[in-house]
């Protein structure tokens, strides 16, 4: 069974960092892709990172990119998401997302119907 359990957010300034961490339960594939999706209140979910397990390919949202880092640690089967300088525009729960299937093309892992478990999410606000 495929679990996955985000933690590290919480209430930063803006221009502050935040890492959020995903640890994630089962075998993990080189077919599998872990991504971060963020929802803020009365908005659709928005993709925010996503990396490839083969090859470790890195993709984000123009939002973020620049901001924004996601790393995997296999041995701690572990998904990362380093957010720097934040602002107050990027407050929302963030959650972690695990893609069982390889496409091949980039554009599939910036959609959330790409990937077929998610955790809970945690909660990150910026004050201004």
């Known amino acids: 069974q495929v679990r996955l359990v985000e933690s590290g957010g919480g209430l930063v300034q803006a221009g502050g960092s935040l890492r959020l961490s995903c640890a994630f339960s089962?075998?993990?594939?080189?077919?599998?892709?872990m991504a971060w999706f963020r929802q803020a209140p009365g908005k659709e979910r928005e993709f925010v990172a996503a990396i490839r397990w083969r090859g470790a390919s890195t993709y984000y949202a123009e939002s973020v990119k620049g901001r924004a880092i996601i790393a995997r640690d296999n041995a701690k089967n572990t998904v990362y998401l380093q957010m720097n300088s934040l602002k107050p525009e990027d407050t929302a729960l963030y959650y972690c997302a695990r893609s069982s299937t390889y496409y091949g093309l980039p554009d599939y892992y910036f959609q959330s119907s790409t990937y077929n478990y998610w955790g809970q999410g945690t909660q990150v606000t910026v004050s201004s």
């Open positions: 089962g075998q993990i594939f080189s077919t599998d892709a």
